[in-house]
């Protein structure tokens, strides 16, 4: 597979593999082919992984170092501190933002241990802090990379103005934010001004969390227990509008004899080569599915026909809480 470069010379397969939904928020979990889907992509060409510490919370991340034990040297980690997991009174997983210099320190010990190595390829601050000044925390992300415990540095959901703060602190490599066909607020300000900087584009939920693959029309047949049954593009009036959107997805894949999923991965693909999407799956017969996007093309005629014949999405990505912790 073709690779891409994201910023400060960070190259990586065209394609990455988001583990998130291999232990947390899309139902029912399969480790064993989650673990046997993470070797698979290495196979294929895929060799960059997604995790978070708060995604199981802390699960993904042993998954994903039980999956690239003895082969770690041929992948490119990527995980994410900074949406700290906490147990409430009643003993259940919370989480809060928190940026602090501290944080910083104690997350990247956890998450070098559970992932069964000595250094981090890319670190993100997944979601930003408003209480602590973006110098501070990427300060002491600058310090890990002295260090030699992480070797790139990334931000996720970050706003142009404290993606200029941070990159003049420290040489940023990756932004991560959500983007697809039927989520692209970014192209207004944010991907202008990574390109500006030089910083590359992660990505993530390229398939709309699902959606634009066709996979399901409804959340009742999404397991009990995934967070998308209460997605505000999932229920109600806004369901019924997006269905029309991934009809036409589908109308659109069926003329390139191509899935839903592959258009909409080719294109993210076509958006640029500083933008590597992270599709996620738990299992090989998506992922072998999802690799073969790299080679569809699509033509300038094709862009333009997604450009103007795809409806808007209708409904926010996020519930209001979701929605107040995003591009800060
Ligand atoms: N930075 C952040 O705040 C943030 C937020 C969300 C996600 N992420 C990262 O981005 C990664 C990808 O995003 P995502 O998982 O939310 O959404 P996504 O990649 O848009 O979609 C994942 C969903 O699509 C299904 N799928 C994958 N390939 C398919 C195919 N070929 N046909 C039909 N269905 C297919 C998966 O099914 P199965 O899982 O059942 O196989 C899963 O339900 C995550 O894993 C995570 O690492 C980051």
């Given at each position: 597979m073709e690779k891409r470069q994201l910023g400060q010379g960070l190259?990586?397969?065209?394609?990455?593999?988001?583990?998130?939904?291999?232990?947390?928020?899309?139902?029912?979990?399969?480790?064993?082919?989650?673990?046997?889907?993470?070797?698979?992509?290495?196979?294929?060409?895929?060799?960059?992984?997604d995790t978070a510490e708060m995604y199981g919370p802390f699960r993904n991340e042993e998954l994903v170092g039980r999956a690239i034990a003895g082969r770690r040297d041929q992948y490119v980690i990527a995980t994410k501190f900074g949406v700290r997991p906490i147990r409430n009174e009643n003993g259940e997983w919370t989480r809060v933002r928190d940026g602090s210099p501290e944080n910083v320190r104690r997350s990247v010990e956890g998450s070098l241990q559970r992932l069964g190595t000595d250094r981090i390829d890319l670190y993100y601050q997944h979601r930003m802090d408003p209480d602590v000044p973006i110098e501070e925390?990427?300060?002491?992300?600058?310090?890990?990379?002295?260090?030699?415990?992480?070797?790139?540095?990334?931000?996720?959901?970050a706003a142009p103005e404290r993606?200029?703060?941070?990159?003049?602190?420290?040489?940023?490599?990756?932004?991560?934010?959500?983007?697809?066909?039927?989520?692209?607020?970014?192209?207004?300000?944010?991907?202008?001004?990574?390109?500006?900087?030089?910083?590359?584009?992660?990505a993530y939920s390229p398939l709309g969390r699902g959606f634009l693959s066709g996979r399901f029309k409804s959340p009742e047949e999404l397991d009990e227990g995934d967070f998308r049954?209460?997605?505000?593009?999932?229920?109600?009036?806004?369901?019924?509008?997006n269905l029309a959107l991934a009809a036409k997805v589908e109308e659109l894949a069926g003329e390139k004899d191509v899935t839903p999923a592959q258009l909409a991965l080719a294109w993210v693909l076509a958006q640029g080569d500083d933008v590597v999407p992270i599709p996620g799956t738990k299992r090989r017969s998506y992922l072998e599915q999802n690799a073969a996007a790299v080679d569809v093309e699509l033509t300038d005629d094709d862009l333009a026909r997604i450009d103007a014949e795809l409806p808007e999405a209708a409904g926010d990505r996020y519930d209001k809480a979701g929605m107040a912790s995003v591009n800060l």
């Amino acid at each position: 597979m073709e690779k891409r470069q994201l910023g400060q010379g960070l190259e990586v397969s065209a394609l990455g593999l988001g583990c998130m939904g291999m232990s947390a928020f899309y139902g029912e979990t399969d480790e064993p082919e989650s673990e046997a889907t993470i070797q698979r992509a290495l196979e294929l060409g895929i060799d960059f992984l997604d995790t978070a510490e708060m995604y199981g919370p802390f699960r993904n991340e042993e998954l994903v170092g039980r999956a690239i034990a003895g082969r770690r040297d041929q992948y490119v980690i990527a995980t994410k501190f900074g949406v700290r997991p906490i147990r409430n009174e009643n003993g259940e997983w919370t989480r809060v933002r928190d940026g602090s210099p501290e944080n910083v320190r104690r997350s990247v010990e956890g998450s070098l241990q559970r992932l069964g190595t000595d250094r981090i390829d890319l670190y993100y601050q997944h979601r930003m802090d408003p209480d602590v000044p973006i110098e501070e925390t990427v300060g002491a992300m600058g310090e890990l990379v002295t260090e030699g415990k992480i070797l790139h540095i990334g931000l996720s959901e970050a706003a142009p103005e404290r993606i200029r703060k941070a990159h003049a602190t420290h040489p940023i490599s990756a932004v991560q934010t959500e983007y697809s066909l039927w989520t692209r607020d970014l192209e207004a300000d944010i991907l202008p001004t990574l390109r500006e900087l030089g910083i590359g584009l992660v990505a993530y939920s390229p398939l709309g969390r699902g959606f634009l693959s066709g996979r399901f029309k409804s959340p009742e047949e999404l397991d009990e227990g995934d967070f998308r049954r209460n997605g505000p593009r999932f229920t109600g009036d806004n369901l019924e509008a997006n269905l029309a959107l991934a009809a036409k997805v589908e109308e659109l894949a069926g003329e390139k004899d191509v899935t839903p999923a592959q258009l909409a991965l080719a294109w993210v693909l076509a958006q640029g080569d500083d933008v590597v999407p992270i599709p996620g799956t738990k299992r090989r017969s998506y992922l072998e599915q999802n690799a073969a996007a790299v080679d569809v093309e699509l033509t300038d005629d094709d862009l333009a026909r997604i450009d103007a014949e795809l409806p808007e999405a209708a409904g926010d990505r996020y519930d209001k809480a979701g929605m107040a912790s995003v591009n800060l």
